[in-house]
């Protein structure tokens, strides 16, 4: 049982490669099956409307506030280890050693992470993982994707989560009740976290698949370059393309008081 989730994530770089060679392809370069990732991105915000958003209200609900960060800032210190190792492998030495300093101060004092000493004392949190290493030693991107449960992602990035989960000491702990009970008050904690932001995306996107899509998309390029990322002179073509090849459509689309679609983009999330 222990090995099962890793086991099964092994595959996903070879789903994917045989779901790029199966399906149409769209108008969009960085979005070539946008037709099944749209399929995907409704499956998942059914799911989501349906069970995932209200337990998460229900959690913050029942929680008070200072206990909700505690449980934050516990996987938080877990995350840090992982993100000073990617730091390492790429090369941010001094960031890995301050991501090292996190976890010892915020262990010790903090009581294994539950309070997040280390920022309190100014000391900077930083965002990695096994995706944004591979995208900072050159590894293109690749077709955007939205994966099953897990959300937005690339083919880059979704090799990437292979490395993440089989490296993640939460989904392989030995003790499967404690395991699956850590992980879903991870996965819920987290979607309480992102509650405020959904307001913002319905009233701001016409099109929620698109504003989800270009926001996850630069906000992994700055990742990347550390908030300074060059001008990505495609993604600007890509959106011209597509508002080019939809001119076409705009008047009937307004007349009939249908959302035109658009793409909508942000920089952070």
């Known amino acids: 049982m222990k090995k099962s989730i890793p086991t099964r994530f092994a595959l996903l770089p070879m789903a994917v490669a045989l779901l790029l060679g199966g399906c149409a392809t769209s108008g969009n370069p960085r979005d070539p099956i946008e037709g099944f990732n749209r399929a995907v991105f409704a499956f998942n915000d059914g799911i989501d409307r349906a069970v995932v958003k209200p337990v998460a209200k229900g959690y913050v609900a029942a929680l008070p506030g200072p206990v909700r960060s505690g449980v934050s800032n516990f996987f938080g210190n877990i995350d ?5 190792v990617n730091d390492f492998l790429q090369g941010k030495v001094p960031d890995a050693i301050n991501d090292v300093g996190r976890v010892l101060v915020n262990t010790s004092l903090g009581i294994l992470g539950v309070r997040d000493v280390a920022s309190e004392l100014g000391v900077e949190k930083h965002k990695a993982d096994f995706g944004l290493t591979l995208g900072h030693w050159g590894v293109g991107a690749g077709p955007y994707l939205v994966l099953p449960f897990f959300g937005p992602s690339t083919v880059r990035d979704a090799t990437g989560l292979v ?107």
């Open 163 to 269: 490395l993440d989960v089989k490296a993640d000491p939460v989904a392989n702990l030995p003790d499967v009740p404690v395991r699956n009970s850590l992980v879903v008050t991870r996965d819920i904690n987290l979607r309480a976290q992102l509650l405020p932001a959904d307001k913002i995306v319905d009233e701001a996107a016409l099109d929620r698949y698109a504003y989800i899509r270009d926001a996850y998309l630069q906000r992994r390029r700055s990742l990347i370059y550390d908030g300074n990322p060059p001008r990505d002179n495609a993604a600007e073509a890509a959106r011209s393309d597509v508002f080019a090849s939809r001119g076409a459509e705009t008047g009937p689309r307004l007349a009939s008081n249908r959302p035109m679609e658009s793409s909508t983009t942000t920089a952070h999330e």
């Open 80 to 84: 840090d280890v992982f993100i000073a």
